[in-house]
């Protein structure tokens, strides 16, 4: 069965920067999109942008770029979504998601989520 | 402030009919047909109830149902039961390399 599982929580200063892993089983890694969403405290989802793990290239959203990087291991079919200069209000719990069989944009497999926390 | 606009919350008694809405514009809901609804639970992932406007799933019951008409998508939950209560957010395509969620919605079965 499909699962993804991502890493643990984290608290991070401000300024720093925080690396979510997603480790993906029950598929073929490399035939599917890795997409990165958000969720901060009382807000809505946010999407951050997604990986194609078989080439490497990515899609980030314009509020994410320059300071987001996505990156794959699919020797150990791991997705990676790197974070820089974190601010408060970057505090959210972090998901990872795969995409339908048949879609691209809408996803039938998450994580379980990653809480980051950035202290003001 | 979320690109999809939702109303923040909406609530009905077990049996009845629910409809969430969700407005956007041309360059998402309106131009192209991959608006998604999720039910998000409180500390669960969200789940996948209705995708490609109106198509649902495998697994989801067809007490789910999606529509869209201009900018605007919406969300109806028939036959509301307890377990329906949770928060639900919609999703669209706004071309090729970009997905924007609305800010959800609240749902009450009183």
């Known amino acids: 069965q499909v699962q993804l599982v991502q890493s643990g929580a984290e608290v991070k200063t401000p300024g720093a920067s925080v690396k979510v892993s997603c480790k993906a089983s029950?598929?073929?890694?490399?035939?599917?999109?890795m997409h990165w969403m958000r969720q901060a405290p009382g807000q809505g989802l946010e999407w951050m942008g997604r990986?194609?793990?078989?080439?490497?290239?990515?899609n980030y959203a314009q509020n994410f770029q320059g300071r987001v990087a996505m990156t794959r291991d699919a020797s150990v079919s791991t997705a990676y979504m790197e974070l820089s200069g974190l601010r408060s209000d970057d505090t959210a719990v972090y998901y990872c998601?795969?995409?339908?069989?048949?879609?691209?944009?809408?996803?039938?497999?998450w994580g379980q989520g990653t809480l980051v926390t950035v202290p003001s | 402030q979320s690109a999809l606009t939702q109303p923040p919350s909406a609530s009905g008694s077990p049996g009845q009919s629910v409809t969430v809405s969700c407005t956007g514009t041309?360059?998402?809901?309106?131009?192209?047909?991959?608006v998604s609804w999720y039910q998000h639970p409180p500390g669960k992932a969200p789940k996948l109830l209705i995708y490609?406007?109106?198509k649902r799933p495998s697994g989801v019951p067809d007490r789910f149902s999606g529509s869209k008409s201009g900018n605007t998508a919406s969300l109806t939950v028939s036959g509301l039961q307890a377990e329906d209560e949770a928060d639900y957010y919609c999703?669209?395509?706004?071309?090729?390399?970009?997905?924007?969620f609305g800010g959800g919605t609240k749902l009450t079965v009183l």
């Open positions: 041309s360059s998402d809901v309106g131009g192209y047909n991959c």
């Open positions: 990986i194609n793990p078989n080439s490497g290239d990515t």
């Open positions: 999703s669209s395509c706004a071309g090729s390399n970009n997905l924007v």
């Open positions: 998601a795969r995409p339908l069989t048949t879609g691209v944009w809408e996803f039938d497999y």
């Open positions: 490609e406007v109106s």
């Open positions: 029950g598929y073929t890694f490399t035939k599917y999109y």
